[in-house]
């Protein structure tokens, strides 16, 4: 997996062709497909709208090998942040790390909220480099990371931890933002998990949702299904997905474990810690 480190950045770009704009039909459809199709109708037409991989990266596997692989690049998009620390109403805490430089004495200047994929943070290459984008001329956004609770170095307060329906822990510190800074208009960009989380948030908010617009990359839009699918007896599973989420939940667990059992609900720590699989 490491040579792909050492190979040039433009063998593994990638082209996303979007069809002519169109007018938005007035009703949406009921499937997710049909309403991507009313709502992204610069998308909807395959014909004219369509995505080219990376000829040496043709597949999702292969791509998310290689994701792993910058892990070892860390120069390749250099992100300094600011560390805060978010306590929640509930004595909760989790890390919020805001990408350098800060522009808190620009009035108005927009912010992205950034939910990382499950136990991710902002030194995942995913994160690095979207921030080393958008945080860079003509963009110049701020960026701000929210991370789980004991996750990235903050241990948990609380029996709390996280999961793929909890939105509160998003909500609050939204709304904090929105309070702490008015004028800023309040941009949501979720990976994975945090997809989920996002647009989980975004729909349970409705008309009063306090982001001005939302971006989900990569979600895993049924929960089950996906847990389901990456448990099946497959070699990639075995060695690649079920069991780099699996060893990354378990850490969660074990660095955080004398709070989790002190919670309310009866938790068999050595059957977590020997789990093989996310299911």
């Known amino acids: 997996m490491l040579y792909t ?80 620390i978010f306590e929640f109403s509930d004595g909760g805490k989790a890390a919020i790390d805001w990408a350098q430089p800060r522009r808190d004495a620009v009035p108005g200047s927009p912010l992205i909220i950034l939910v990382p994929g499950i136990a991710g943070g902002s030194h995942d290459y995913y994160a690095r480099s979207f921030i080393h984008r958008v945080s860079q001329q003509p963009y110049g956004y701020q960026v701000v990371v929210l991370h789980s609770r004991g996750c990235n170095g903050v241990d948990l307060h609380t029996p709390k931890a996280f999961h793929a329906g909890m939105t509160e822990d998003l909500r609050e510190f939204v709304k904090h933002l929105a309070e702490s800074r008015p004028k800023s208009p309040l941009i949501g960009i979720g990976f994975s998990l945090g997809a989920n989380i996002l647009t989980k948030y975004v729909g349970e908010e409705g008309a009063s949702c306090r982001l001005v617009a939302a971006a989900s990359v990569c979600n895993p839009f049924d929960i089950d299904t996906t847990v389901r699918a990456m448990c099946l007896p497959t070699i990639k599973n075995r060695f690649l997905y079920a069991a780099a989420l699996t060893r990354s939940l378990i850490s969660v667990f074990t660095s955080n474990q004398k709070v989790i059992l002190a919670g309310e609900v009866a938790l068999d720590a050595k059957r977590i810690v020997s789990a093989r699989n996310i299911n």
């Open 5 to 84: 480190a050492l190979l040039p950045k433009w063998w593994f770009k990638v082209q996303l062709t979007h069809a002519p704009p169109e007018k938005q039909p007035r009703r949406s459809g009921r499937t997710l497909g049909e309403q991507l199709k009313t709502m992204c109708p610069t998308l909807a037409d395959p014909a004219k709208a369509h995505y080219i991989p990376s000829w040496v990266m043709p597949g999702g596997d292969m791509q998310t090998i290689y994701l792993y692989t910058q892990h070892f690049k860390p120069a390749g998009c250099p992100v300094s942040y600011e560390r805060d």
